[in-house]
């Protein structure tokens, strides 16, 4: 601090008069001894171990910035009980629309001073007070404080600890803040028992584009709530309601309006435990979201029972892009149904199956099926019981082009490929010159040593130019092997990260 205000003298003895070049100057010091370079419009201090002094130099600095719009401070511990200082300043920043505050250890005192702040700026549209534990039952003081007609377009709260009354006092806020478009209170156990006061005021955001509600503790009559409230918000775009895990018997006969989301892009309701009730629902109402982009479904075990209806009619969403549905207990049947879907899904990007063994010996079927407008970039096997013969068909389609494109490959947990079978698929990797991750791993339990294929990856690798993650756990690698490898990056000039 001495040198700064011994720099800062200097600066008005040569310059005097020049108060815009001290003001830059001292801003620049202070940035620069945070590596990070001046911008007028963003300040980005995310995870920068600030100390108190600082927040101290931070508050000095601000009103020198008017034309701020945009400050992130997260993952700074030292913001938690010191925002009263810095608030102050926001009177300054008439411009600002961004402010992130993840992870600071904020208390409620800082939530006061926070409420009262945004009296001061009011153009802020992203308020981000995610991951600060400290702050659950005292929302309702910067609730309270929000400006009616308040511009605020993204609220994220996501783990704070919000309790039920927390989840009732934003339940008030909604109908002051009918702009907004982005709401994600996920990872907050007990909003789900306040959802039904939550639910009742969306009416007043009409314009609600995504909504984040994954591991909030809904139960049965949580999708029922939320239903009645869909056809209040038709411009919604993503919903998220996974890990809620009391929720399956929800979805049957109160799913009706969730057909009203013409709009919607992504739909996540994996490990919601659905049951084959629910699924019939479904079944009736997914293939009517023909804008849906993004579907998760993973790790609800009875959609393997009764998905081939479900599967089949993917075809009536031909812009799905992302379709996860690992360990979903698929059998044969619904596999099948699913690669004859595949044939009308031009748009394809990502496919995960990992986690369902009926894939093992019958990848063919999926594979020959993929249309050949799709661009795969992401392939997800991991334990699926996968054969030799599955790594075989693998390798043809690979250099029959389907797979150009492909970016990521996850083909670990199957240990019943032999050597021959990853050496034939090693043969016929190098065509995919757009890999980056490639993960073979073993079980943790079964750790085998490296046989004959090891060197016909040795010889991919140098036309895998792009590659930059390898995971080889439970492969058990000679140190002459271990220096193959490392070799691999000095004489090809790559740079990959070995996991072994």
């Not at 007990?190 to 995504?210: D, P, R, T, W």
């Not at 002459?480 to 070995?498: D, I, T």
Request: glycine share 4%.
């Amino acid at each position: 601090m001495n040198n700064f205000r011994a720099g800062t003298q200097i600066m008005k003895q040569a310059l005097p008069g020049a108060e815009s070049t001290l003001c830059h100057w001292r801003v620049r010091q202070f940035l620069e001894k945070l590596d990070k370079q001046p911008n007028n419009k963003v300040l980005d201090l995310n995870n920068c171990a600030l100390n108190a002094s600082d927040i101290k130099e931070l508050t000095a600095i601000i009103p020198l910035l008017p034309d701020l719009e945009e400050i992130d401070l997260s993952w700074n511990d030292f913001i938690g009980g010191a925002l009263q200082t810095l608030t102050l300043q926001f009177s300054h920043m008439q411009e600002l629309k961004v402010l992130r505050l993840n992870n600071c250890r904020l208390t409620a005192k800082d939530i006061t001073f926070l409420g009262e702040a945004l009296e001061v700026i009011p153009y802020l549209e992203v308020l981000d007070l995610s991951w600060n534990n400290n702050i659950g039952g005292s929302l309702f003081i910067l609730t309270q404080k929000m400006p009616k007609d308040y511009n605020l377009r993204t609220l994220k709260i996501t783990d704070c600890s919000l309790t039920i009354e927390d989840g009732k006092s934003l339940a008030q806020l909604l109908h002051r803040i009918q702009n907004l478009e982005e709401l994600d209170l996920s990872i907050n156990k007990n909003i789900g028992c306040s959802l039904k006061s939550i639910a009742q005021e969306l009416k007043y955001v009409s314009g609600l584009k995504v909504l984040n509600l994954h591991m909030c503790g809904l139960k049965q009559d949580g999708f029922p709530c939320l239903d009645d409230a869909f056809q209040h918000i038709p411009e919604l775009k993503k919903l998220d309601v996974s890990c809620n895990k009391e929720m399956g018997g929800g979805f049957q006969n109160s799913a009706a309006h969730l057909a009203n989301l013409i709009n919607l892009e992504v739909l996540d309701l994996h490990q919601c435990r659905i049951t084959e009730e629910d699924m019939a629902v479904l079944t009736q109402i997914i293939p009517l979201l023909s804008s849906l982009q993004e579907l998760d479904l993973s790790s609800n075990k009875s959609v393997g029972i009764s998905s081939d209806n479900l599967l089949s009619r993917f075809r009536f969403l031909p812009k799905l892009k992302s379709v996860l549905l690992s360990n979903c207990s698929l059998l044969q049947n619904s596999f099948a149904s699913l690669a004859e879907a595949a044939l009308h899904l031009p748009e394809l990007k990502i496919l995960d199956l990992s986690w369902n063994k009926c894939v093992g010996g019958n990848l063919k079927l999926i594979l020959k099926a993929l249309n050949l407008e799709a661009e795969l970039q992401e392939l997800r096997l991991s334990s699926c019981s996968l054969v030799d013969k599955d790594l075989a068909c693998l390798a043809l389609v690979i250099q029959d082009g389907p797979l150009a494109k492909l970016q990521k490959l996850d083909l670990s947990y199957n240990n019943h490929i032999s050597d021959q079978g990853w050496s034939t698929f090693y043969q016929g990797i190098v065509a995919l010159e757009q890999l980056s991750e490639l993960d073979v791993s073993l079980r943790p339990a079964s750790r085998r040593d490296c046989g004959e294929w090891f060197g016909k990856l040795l010889a991919a690798m140098p036309k895998l130019p792009i590659l930059s993650e390898l995971d080889l756990q439970g492969w058990i690698l000679s140190e002459r092997q271990q220096k193959q490898l490392e070799s691999c990056n000095w004489n090809n000039e790559q740079n990959v990260h070995f996991d072994t």
